[in-house]
């Protein structure tokens, strides 16, 4: 082993220099590698689209509901109003983001 060149030291591997075609992969596995990608993608699909395994928790009723009118004002700031009493509620300084 000593005499023969470095890519031969692992037999069965061929040098990276050199073109080789990998065609001796046992159909077998391509077929069971497709049968388990087909398999994967219909039970993720089945269950996207029957929603079965999906926790559907109902929403909360409102507790307190407010309505409110917001008005730009020439300073820039923005009044905060209550939409059936018109009161200010707050106001946003101009260039606050």
């Known amino acids: 082993m000593l005499g023969k060149p470095a890519h031969w030291l692992?037999?069965?591997i061929i040098a990276m220099s050199e073109n080789v075609a990998v065609t001796d992969l046992p159909k077998g596995l391509i077929v069971t590698a497709g049968l388990l990608l087909l398999m994967a993608l219909s039970a993720v699909s089945y269950v996207r689209l029957s929603g079965s395994g999906a926790v559907q928790v109902p929403d909360a009723p409102a507790t307190l509901v407010k309505e409110f009118l917001f008005e730009d004002r020439k300073d820039?700031?923005?009044?905060?109003?209550?939409?059936?009493?018109?009161?200010?509620?707050d106001t946003v300084a101009p260039a606050s983001n």
């Open 10 to 12: 692992f037999d069965g």
């Open 76 to 89: 820039g700031s923005i009044a905060i109003l209550d939409s059936k009493t018109k009161q200010l509620v």
